[in-house]
Structure formats: structure tokens, C-alpha cells
């Protein structure tokens, strides 16, 4: 967002005020990292879902692609499109270009967390693998890439070692879970 829509965001909640201390760049800066970081995750949830819920059928290995892919794209732009209405709410303004641009900008993480995944899959719709073998590798990518991004919180808490570890089970179980659900109903 632009230093000026922030600072309208900052005054209309309330901490604007130079009184209070607060770094307010790095804070920002801070923020724009967790949300990255958090998009990620919500992307690649969301991705390694749809790709638990297509099954082992071979001849969709394409449409499983795609499914992944639409998805994706479909939840990224909603996701963009609410944000967009909630900094209209808060600013009481229409939103200039730049800005819609750079909340699409903050979100795309969301949406680039699918790519690995979506590779994954590709791989077998090249007959470089297997169809079964390219689901179990997206799903794989998914849950592992979910424990980096863990780890990866852990690291910016910089809270220790111990704290890294707990990040990167809980992401990760997300995973986890979800690999659990696939293997429960196929």
C-alpha cells in the first residue's frame, strides 16, 4: 500500500500518533514479511487440498492441473477483492490503481505457492512419472514446503531454537492433516 493509504489506515484505527514511539516503517516492514509468509501458507493449504481431493484417477491428471490452477487463482482473487473492500471501508474512498495494484502485489504469494505443487503434478502429466506417483510428490511438496514455511516463521520470531521447531510442526500438520483426510476417503 502507499505510505499515504497507510497513514490513513494508521490514523482512522488510531496508532498514527507520533507520541507513541512506534517505528512505524519498520512495523510495517515486519508486517508485509508475516503476510507473505502467511499467504503462502493459506496457497499451498489450499492447493495440496484440491490435490488431495482429486484422487488417483490417471486420465485426470490434466484437469487436476487445472483444477489446482483455477482454484488458485479463483481464491487469490477473492482474497485480493475483499481486501480491496475492506481498505475502501477503512479509508471511506474509492481505491486509486496503484493501490488495488499493490494489495494484488501483497497477495501473490498466495497464488505463487501453487506453482511448486502444480509442477509436481506436470511431471506426471509428461509421463516423466507416474500419475500416482505425481500426486503423492505434489502432496509431498505441499506438507514439506508447509514445514519450511514453519521453520521460516520460527526463524523471523527469532525466538529460539525450540520455537522454530513448534512453527514448523503446526504448519506442518496442516499438511499432515490433510494428507490424513486424503487417506481416509480414497
Not at 507513541?20 to 519498520?26: F, L
Not at 512495523?27 to 503462502?40: C, D, F, Q, S, T
Not at 483444477?67 to 481505491?95: C, D, K, P
Not at 513448534?166 to 476417503?185: P, R, Y
Amino acid at each position: 500500500m502507499t505510505e499515504q493509504f497507510e497513514h490513513e489506515i494508521e490514523d482512522a484505527v488510531g496508532i498514527g500518533d507520533p507520541g507513541t514511539g512506534v517505528d512505524h516503517e519498520m512495523l510495517r516492514r515486519a508486517e508485509h514479511k508475516a503476510h507473505e509468509i502467511a499467504g503462502a501458507i493459506y496457497g499451498t493449504i489450499l492447493a495440496t487440498t484440491v490435490v488431495a481431493a482429486v484422487g488417483h484417477e490417471p486420465s485426470q491428471i490434466e484437469s487436476s492441473i487445472l483444477i489446482v490452477l483455477g482454484t488458485s487463482a479463483v481464491f487469490f482473487a477473492a482474497h485480493v477483492y475483499s481486501l480491496m473492500v475492506a481498505a475502501r471501508m477503512v479509508a471511506g474512498r474509492r481505491l486509486r490503481r496503484h493501490e488495488v495494484q499493490t494489495i494484488a502485489v501483497e497477495e501473490w504469494p498466495m497464488l505463487q505457492s501453487s506453482w511448486p505443487i502444480v509442477a509436481a503434478l506436470a511431471l506426471g502429466a509428461l509421463d516423466i512419472v507416474s500419475y500416482e506417483v505425481a500426486i503423492d510428490l505434489a502432496m509431498a511438496v505441499g506438507i514439506g514446503a508447509l514445514f519450511f514455511y514453519g521453520v521460516l516463521l520460527g526463524v523471523r520470531q527469532d525466538q529460539g531454537r525450540l520455537n522454530i521447531l513448534v512453527n514448523a510442526l503446526i504448519v506442518g500438520a496442516f499438511g499432515v492433516l490433510i494428507l490424513a483426510l486424503k487417506i481416509l476417503v480414497h
